[in-house]
């Protein structure tokens, strides 16, 4: 049975993998990267890793097995030690194990193991369909220049076209100033007044032309880049603030009563302990505790791994 198959399936949404009697398959979530030297983008992805020293069987892989094979939980633990020790094998004569969408593992010349990740596979679900793209550089001083030309060419034809519009309003304004009489004391100041009437209409006018102007220019990039489109459901982040969804898992038991029994057991030893219910491969699931952000599980797992616990892991929960 080839399970690199199953442990690549369960690296979407899981942390932590572990193949009893080997080790485990590790991720951890990388940002957006940018490489300023070649201009190109990188999606968030799963960083993977391997630890050979965790290889107590939580019983994720064999339910996972036992679940898709539909066969049972013992005879997926027995496939599971059956292909442990033929990998096992090959690495002691000197070969290598190359794992489908995983990555190779071998021995360095001290026996210990030397895991070679496949980069080609992103294992973060939420950057699914996303990959790498080189952005075109975009030269911000030609780009300014061609706006300014384009300002300059546009308020000198709207201001002509404002000037030939207000000079006739301005003959009708001076033959109503004559008809008022050769009293320049009354004629002038209606005069001048429509005349700074005019005046503050052509600069209003122009101003607002040059604004939307510049405003359309500024979005008329040649070769502009695919919008991309986050949608953020609003109630889904009001959840994710009140729930604590990552645990530092103590064990998964068959039984109930033995499941109670741990429970009690981290309750007196001073851990906010947590029991959660039957899961779909028929565990029970205790935990040491539930934090609400990645950094603070981080924390009190490397506590938990220094003084109880070297194996406890952190399960992340599906939001």
């Not at 741990?262 to 039957?278: F, H, T, V």
């Amino acid at each position: 049975m080839k399970i690199e198959t199953y442990i690549a399936q369960l690296l979407y949404r899981y942390q932590c993998v572990t193949v009893p009697g080997f080790g485990a398959f590790l991720t951890e979530i990388q940002s957006a990267q940018l490489n300023e030297s070649t201009n190109s983008f990188f999606p968030p992805k799963k960083m993977l890793s391997f630890n050979s020293h965790l290889k107590n069987n939580d019983g994720l892989l064999a339910n996972h097995i036992a679940h898709s094979e539909k066969t049972s939980y013992g005879f997926a633990v027995s496939a599971i030690a059956f292909e442990v020790l033929s990998w096992k094998k090959t690495l002691e004569e000197g070969g290598s194990i190359s794992l489908k969408n995983i990555g190779e593992i071998r021995f360095n010349s001290e026996k210990n193991i030397i895991f070679t990740p496949n980069d080609q596979t992103n294992y973060l679900a939420t950057s699914f369909g996303l990959s790498p793209f080189v952005s075109p550089i975009v030269k911000k001083e030609i780009f300014e220049k061609k706006i300014e030309k384009i300002t300059e060419k546009e308020t000198v034809a709207l201001y002509e076209d404002e000037e030939k519009s207000s000079n006739s309003l301005l003959k009708y304004a001076a033959f109503f100033v004559l008809g008022l009489g050769i009293t320049g004391s009354i004629g002038y100041p209606l005069y001048q007044n429509q005349i700074d009437s005019k005046t503050l209409i052509v600069e209003s006018a122009v101003q607002k032309k040059v604004q939307n102007k510049i405003q359309e220019a500024t979005f008329f990039i040649q070769n502009p880049l695919p919008a991309v489109t986050l949608s953020v459901d609003s109630a889904k982040v009001e959840m994710a603030e009140k729930v604590m969804p990552y645990h530092i898992m103590a064990g998964a038991y068959r039984s109930e009563q033995n499941a109670r029994k741990a429970y009690n057991q981290l309750i007196k030893d001073g851990y906010q302990a947590r029991m959660l219910g039957e899961n779909k491969h028929g565990l029970f699931p205790v935990l040491y505790g539930s934090y609400a952000t990645m950094a603070e599980a981080e924390k009190a797992q490397k506590e938990i791994q220094k003084g109880e616990n070297p194996d406890a892991w952190i399960l992340i929960e599906n939001l």
